[in-house]
């Protein structure tokens, strides 16, 4: 059986409607934990290009982070029952290796929204944020690209917007067994079937300018 390839039609992006969700760049996720992607410095260096390109052309920034109360009364059965503690108390509020990673590039226009879950809308005023600006399109960048950049995707999916993942501006770590560049490429194959088109930094950063020039030219 051939593999069923989602077809391209032309890239088109109002950067006037566009948000780029930029999922945990924490200081755990990025490096130096057990948490962080083995390229983190790569994709965070990739995430600032397409971030400061698209708030250059009109969009919106999101930056999200894990983010749980130190009394552990928000964490949930899910991750209480199977994330260690000590791997919950990297991103708990408070903990130096919680905030956002000092290289990221930030802007006092961004948004920074925490968030209780793996998904950047449960439990978030994410969607009525996006909705208020007239939003409709979404560029999803972060770490990690098969927990919670993937949840941001579908989440934005079902929710009916335009989903974007930047494949080089994700990055992910080893789990249960499976390499970082295997589950990679599987979260970005089955997100590109249904739920997202998958991008590469260069591809939104050529666009978005593109598009903004056109835009205010009419």
Same mark, same amino acid.
């Given at each position: 059986m051939s593999d069923l390839v989602p077809p391209r039609s032309e890239l088109v992006i109002d950067p006037t409607r566009t948000a780029v969700v930029n999922v945990d760049v924490q200081r755990c996720f990025v490096e130096n934990t057990p948490l962080a992607a083995p390229d983190g410095p790569d994709v965070l260096r990739r995430i600032n290009e397409l971030v400061g390109a698209c708030r250059a052309a009109g969009a919106l920034v999101v930056h999200t982070r894990s983010w749980m109360r130190p009394d552990r009364t928000d964490v949930g059965a899910v991750m209480d029952r199977l994330v260690p503690p000590f791997i919950v108390a990297l991103y708990t509020a408070g903990a130096e290796s919680a905030e956002l990673?000092?290289?990221?590039? *930030?802007?006092?226009?961004?948004? *920074?929204?925490?968030?209780?879950?793996?998904? @950047?809308?449960? @439990? !978030?005023e994410l969607e009525l944020v996006l909705r208020h600006r007239g939003i409709d399109t979404v560029i999803v960048t972060g770490i990690a690209t098969s927990i919670c950049c993937? !949840? !941001? /995707?579908?989440? @934005?999916a079902v929710r009916d917007f335009h989903v974007l993942f930047a494949d080089d501006a994700t990055g992910t770590?080893?789990? /249960?067994? *499976?390499? /970082?560049a295997t589950l990679h490429r599987a979260t970005c194959a089955s997100l590109s079937m249904v739920f997202a088109r998958i991008v590469s930094t260069d591809e939104v950063i050529r666009t978005v300018s593109d598009d903004a020039r056109a835009l205010a030219a009419r």
């Open positions: 990673h000092p290289d990221l590039d *930030v802007d006092e226009r961004d948004i *920074v929204l925490d968030k209780p879950r793996y998904g @950047a809308f449960h @439990a !978030t993937e !949840t !941001t /995707a579908r989440e @934005a770590q080893d789990m /249960a067994g *499976v390499d /970082a």
